[in-house]
């Protein structure tokens, strides 16, 4: 292997890292962001650490593992032979389970799995009915997949260009870091719909935790009878001589079907605008 290659190889193993890497803390985000739109919690409070971090990181591998281990079997039963009806197969195999991965959180909410659906039919359709309708002049099915594929490629000028620079492993890379970010934060999505058990503060009667960034508690009052957030949110900052006692209660699942209604956005804003962080916390009025 000459310098020039050697110098390639290591650049684009580089490459690889530092994608990877960003991928992976954009993806920790993102999960933290989805579980703070749930919430209407406002986004400028959002902060990483390595606490944050770290149960974000457990939260997206477990929910990874269970997806793998759900959907594994499809791979391993998809044919293994070089025949283009099992390379047809495989490719759609492949596509169906890595747009699933992007899918798998947002199953909870009954509509996104309609997405998928469709999503999912469109690829069989062009994988194996299209050429169908396209290769009537051929004889036997084969013939036809073989002459529709030569016919994509032949006609995909920006498809191929695309591939010989940017190649076919980058391109792979890429369709998972997406797949990757769209999971983590459909993850956030998930955890704040599926939340049951929440913090609640002792000298705050019906005011529960929403999450914790860092120094900073972030609460909500709740109505329990109704599931529903009033739309208040409470910002306190740790630290100095007040103590707040937390105690874990399960409430169950939350109704956020108005949590996004203009008023409490403008709530959300109220806070923001007048709260100031002082040692024993904030409230908007």
């Known amino acids: 292997m000459d310098d020039s290659s050697s110098k390639s190889t290591s650049i684009n193993d580089s490459l690889v890292i530092t994608v990877l890497t960003a991928s992976v803390y954009l993806a920790f985000i993102l999960k933290e962001i989805g579980y703070a739109t749930i919430f209407n919690i406002p986004l400028e409070i959002v902060a990483m650490n390595s606490v944050t971090m770290a149960i974000a990181a457990k939260s997206i591998l477990l929910a990874a593992i269970a997806y793998v281990g759900k959907v594994n079997i499809f791979w391993i039963f998809s044919p293994r032979g070089n025949s283009i009806l099992s390379i047809k197969i495989r490719e759609l195999v492949f596509g169906a389970l890595l747009l699933g991965f992007g899918f798998y959180p947002y199953f909870i909410d009954a509509s996104y799995i309609w997405y998928f659906l469709i999503t999912l039919i469109l690829l069989i359709f062009f994988h ?158």
């Open 128 to 285: 194996f009915i299209f050429p169908l309708i396209t290769q009537k002049n051929k004889k036997n099915y084969s013939e036809k997949l073989i002459a529709q594929l030569e016919v994509d490629y032949e006609s995909r000028d920006i498809y191929k260009d695309f591939f010989s620079v940017i190649g076919r492993e980058r391109v792979t890379l890429i369709m998972f870091v997406i797949a990757i970010l769209s999971f983590s934060y459909g993850q956030g999505r998930k955890e704040a719909l599926e939340k049951t058990s929440f913090l609640s503060i002792s000298d705050s009667p019906g005011w529960y935790v929403l999450n914790i960034y860092g120094d900073i508690i972030v609460s909500s009052l709740i109505d329990i009878d109704s599931k529903k957030m009033t739309g208040d949110i409470e910002v306190r900052k740790l630290g100095g001589n007040g103590v707040i006692k937390l105690h874990l209660t399960d409430i169950g699942s939350i109704n956020h079907q108005n949590n996004n209604s203009l008023q409490n956005e403008k709530a959300i804003e109220t806070v923001m605008q007048n709260c100031k962080f002082i040692e024993s916390g904030c409230r908007n009025a």
